[in-house]
């Protein structure tokens, strides 16, 4: 009987030991490098849309903003030189919140939108010296 029931007790063990090991697999599993959140793998889907060269507006996680070209896509980063200091950087695709396509623009203050776009105004001004000239000639 003693025989039997320390064979039971070892199947148990044997049994208990090895559930424990197999839970324990996934939460001893090292995260590599390559593995990205959700939201960068969306930044770095966007990114790999367009090319190399293209002007972008890029976003920071710290509230930053850039604008400048894109370099050479990586596994968990990419490289991109600011327009305003004309520098190579390696970004992770984790830092970055928000990509546009921008257009270029020389200097700061000069962003897509500081422009006063001058054909509406001399449309309407011409328009209004016809109507004046019009008049005057009928008045004549």
Known sequence: MKNILSCTCRKFVAIALTCLSIAA??????QTAQDLSKHARKIEKRLARYGAGTYLDLAFRDSTQAYGSLGQLSAVSFQFTDSDSNRLETRSYDDVTDVKKAKEYIGSGSEPGRHVHLLLPVLIGAGA????????????
């Open 25 to 30: 697999i996934p939460a001893a599993q090292a």
């Open 129 to 140: 010296a016809a109507a004046a000239f019009a008049i005057v000639q009928a008045l004549r």
